[in-house]
């Protein structure tokens, strides 16, 4: 049975920084795409970024504001842990951060962590 577990989240003012971590243990998830998703209260789900292993190949939603520097997700022992590093926070960053692995089927059919809080105060 594959157990994704997040760490890392908390509560941070804005402008400030959080790295958010996710293990995965039973398996071996190197082969698999592995990313992050959010849901803020009251709202959808939403993804913010995925990548394979050696982030080959990286994808990030327009949330990331990866031109500024804001989100990076990186893949990393033997391709069983995914990180995302989110840099100056904002308030509508608050949602409850899940980590995932897609089994081949899409990310509904994939495996969830029970995810993370991330709090961003004004």
């Known amino acids: 049975q594959v157990q994704l577990v997040e760490s890392g989240g908390g509560l941070v003012q804005a402008g400030g920084s959080l790295r958010l971590s996710c293990a995965a243990s039973?398996?071996?998830?190197?082969?698999?795409?592995m990313g992050w998703f959010r849901q803020a209260p009251g709202k959808e789900r939403e993804f913010v970024a995925r990548t394979t292993w050696k982030n080959v190949n990286t994808y990030y939603a327009d949330v990331a504001d990866v031109g500024k520097g804001r989100f990076t997700i990186s893949r990393a022992n033997a391709g069983n842990s995914v990180y995302l590093q989110m840099n100056s926070l904002k308030p509508e960053d608050t949602a409850v951060y899940y980590c995932?692995?897609?089994?081949?089927?899409?990310?509904?059919?994939?495996?969830w962590g029970q995810g993370t809080q991330v709090t961003v105060s004004s």
């Open positions: 995932a692995a897609d089994r081949g089927n899409g990310w509904a059919g994939g495996y």
């Open positions: 039973g398996r071996t998830l190197a082969t698999s795409t």
